[in-house]
C-alpha cells in the first residue's frame, strides 16, 4: 500500500494527514517544530477545528498517524511526500516560497527510490517547475515527479471539507505519478480533475480570489444599499435564487480575513504582474476590504458623535469567522486598534480565540468567555464573528445589562427586528436602520383580509 509523508503539521498539513490516516493510510507527520510534533503525540492539537483533535487520536492509536522531526525518515520510508508548509506574503505580495524550497531541498537530500512529490500548499504557478528543477539535481539520479494538487479546505468544516471534496485537483505531467495520486484519491468519493500542474496551480488561485470577489461584491452592493435604503439581505435573497449567481458568499459585513483571502488576492496580483499583466480587480478587491473591515468603527463614531474616550464598548466575535480560533487577517484586530486609539475600553468575546487574541491585544482590552458579562454596562456592542452564543444572545436579558441600547451588528447575524422591537439602536450592514418598519427582510406577516 502506498504510504504518505505530510511535512508542515500547519492548517492544511495536519488535516490532510489525519484524512488519509482516516482512509487507512499509514501516514508520517512532519514538523521542525519539536514541541508541536511532542503537543500531538500526547493529543494536543495546534489549532481548534471541529473534530480534529477525536480523529487525530484514533487514527495515532490505530497506528495509521505518527509525528516526528525526522525528515529523513519520513522521506526514506514514504512513497508519496505532501509538501504542506507555509506560503506567506512578502512585503511585495509575492507568495514566500522559502519553506517550500527548504523542504524541496531536503527530499532532494534523501531521496532513496522513486518518490512523487506533491505541493499541497498553495503556490503560485510555475512552482512545481522549480521544485521540479531542485530535485533534478539530486546526487543518484534517482527518479522522481512532482504534483499540484491544491488543497479547498476551509476552517471550521476542514474535515468534511477534505473527506468529502468536491473534487479534488491533480496537475501531473506523467502517467506514473498520475497513477499515484488516483490510487490515493480512488478512496474519496469527489469529482476528479487531472490537468497541467500550471492549471492546477492556477485553479487554486482563480478559485479562491473568486470567492474573495464575491464577498467583496456584496460588501460594495451593501454600501450602495445604504445609501439608497435597499435591504442588501434580501437583494443577496433575489440574486442567489438564480443558480448561475448562487447565494453562497453572498452575506456582506465587516470584510473577509482568514489565512487565504488576503494572501492569495495578493499574491495574483504579483504573480499577474511579474508576467506582465495589471490584474485590476484583485487590487481594487483588497482596497475595497481593507475599508470594509472600518465600517462598524465608522457606525460607531458616527452615533458616538467622534468621541469614544472611556466609552465602554462590548466587541462580541474576534475570529476571523465562526467555528476556528484563527485570528489571522481578522476585521476584528484593526477595529479594536482603532476604539484603543480613541480612549475606549474595550471588552471582548469569543468562545474559541481568546488564546490567540491574547498574544495580539495583551492586557490592552479585558477577555470574556460569556456573552452577558461581556455586555454589562457596555456603551455599544459591535459584533465581528456570526458564533451561535452571539447570533442566538437572549436580547431581553442583554437590555438589564446594557448601559446603551445599541448594537451595530457587523455580519448581519442578529435577528434586527426583534432588536428594534425591544427598542435597540440596531446598525447593521447595508440593511436600513431607521426603525422597525423598514425592515422588510424578516418575515413580516401581512393580512390581506
Ligand atoms: C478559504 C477558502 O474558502 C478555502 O477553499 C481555501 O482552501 C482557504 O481559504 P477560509 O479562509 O477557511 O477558506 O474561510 P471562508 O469560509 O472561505 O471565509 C473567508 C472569509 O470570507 C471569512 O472572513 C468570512 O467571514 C468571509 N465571508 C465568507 C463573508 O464575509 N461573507 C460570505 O458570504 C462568506
Do not use: H
Not at 464575491?214 to 445609501?227: G, H, M, P, S
Amino acid at each position: 500500500m502506498i504510504s504518505i509523508a505530510v511535512i508542515g503539521t500547519g492548517y492544511v498539513g495536519l488535516v490532510t494527514a489525519v484524512c488519509f490516516a482516516e482512509k487507512d493510510f499509514k501516514v508520517i507527520c512532519v514538523d521542525k517544530d519539536k514541541c508541536k510534533i511532542d503537543n500531538l503525540s500526547n493529543g494536543i492539537m495546534p489549532i481548534y477545528e471541529n473534530g480534529l483533535k477525536e480523529m487525530c487520536e484514533s487514527n495515532y492509536q490505530r497506528k495509521k498517524i505518527f509525528f516526528t522531526t525526522d525528515i529523513k525518515y519520513a522521506i526514506e520510508n514514504t512513497d508519496v511526500i505532501f509538501i504542506a508548509v507555509g506560503t506567506p506574503s512578502l512585503n511585495s505580495g509575492e507568495a514566500d516560497l522559502s519553506q517550500v524550497i527548504e523542504v524541496a531541498n531536503e527530499i532532494k537530500e534523501y531521496i532513496n527510490n522513486y518518490k512523487v512529490i506533491v505541493n499541497k500548499s498553495t503556490v503560485p504557478v510555475g512552482t512545481q517547475k522549480i521544485v521540479k528543477s531542485i530535485m533534478k539535481t539530486n546526487k543518484n539520479n534517482i527518479n522522481f515527479d512532482v504534483v499540484s494538487n491544491p488543497e479547498f479546505l476551509k476552517e471550521g468544516t476542514a474535515i468534511n471539507d477534505t473527506l468529502n471534496a468536491e473534487r479534488i485537483v491533480i496537475g501531473c505531467d506523467s502517467y506514473k505519478s498520475e497513477e499515484y495520486m488516483r490510487r490515493i484519491y480512488e478512496r474519496f468519493d469527489s469529482e476528479k480533475l487531472v490537468v497541467s500542474a500550471e492549471t492546477a496551480e492556477m485553479i487554486k488561485y482563480a478559485s479562491n480570489v473568486f470567492l474573495a470577489l464575491k464577498v467583496t461584491y456584496i460588501n460594495e452592493i451593501a454600501n450602495i444599499c445604504e445609501l439608497t435604503g435597499a435591504n442588501v439581505i434580501d437583494v443577496a435573497k433575489g440574486m442567489g435564487l438564480d443558480s448561475r449567481i448562487s447565494g453562497k458568499f453572498l452575506n456582506a459585513g465587516v470584510g473577509f480575513g482568514g489565512a487565504c483571502f488576503p494572501k492569495d488576492v495578493l499574491a495574483i496580483y504579483s504573480l499577474a504582474k511579474s508576467v506582465g499583466y495589471e490584474f485590476k480587480l484583485s487590487k481594487a478587491v483588497l482596497e475595497v476590504n481593507e475599508k470594509q473591515k472600518l465600517k462598524p468603527y465608522e457606525k460607531l463614531m458616527e452615533v458616538m458623535n467622534n468621541n469614544l474616550k472611556g466609552k465602554t464598548i462590548a466587541v462580541l466575535g474576534l475570529a476571523f469567522k465562526p467555528g476556528t480560533d484563527d485570528m489571522r487577517g481578522a476585521p476584528s484586530i484593526i477595529i479594536i486598534n482603532k476604539l484603543l486609539e480613541k480612549g475606549a475600553k474595550v471588552k471582548a468575546y469569543d468562545p474559541e480565540a481568546i488564546k490567540n487574541a491574547k498574544k495580539i491585544f495583551g492586557s490592552r482590552i479585558g477577555f470574556y468567555t460569556e456573552v452577558y458579562e461581556t455586555i454589562k454596562y457596555a456603551d455599544a456592542i459591535i459584533i465581528l464573528t456570526e458564533w451561535n452564543e452571539i447570533k442566538f444572545m437572549n436580547l431581553e436579558e442583554a437590555l438589564t445589562l446594557v448601559k446603551n441600547k445599541l448594537i451595530i451588528d457587523g455580519r448581519n447575524c442578529i435577528d434586527s427586528v426583534n432588536a428594534m422591537k425591544l427598542g435597540y439602536y440596531y446598525l447593521g450592514i447595508g440593511v436600513p436602520d431607521s426603525s422597525y418598519d423598514n425592515i422588510l427582510s424578516k418575515e413580516v406577516a401581512v393580512d390581506y383580509d
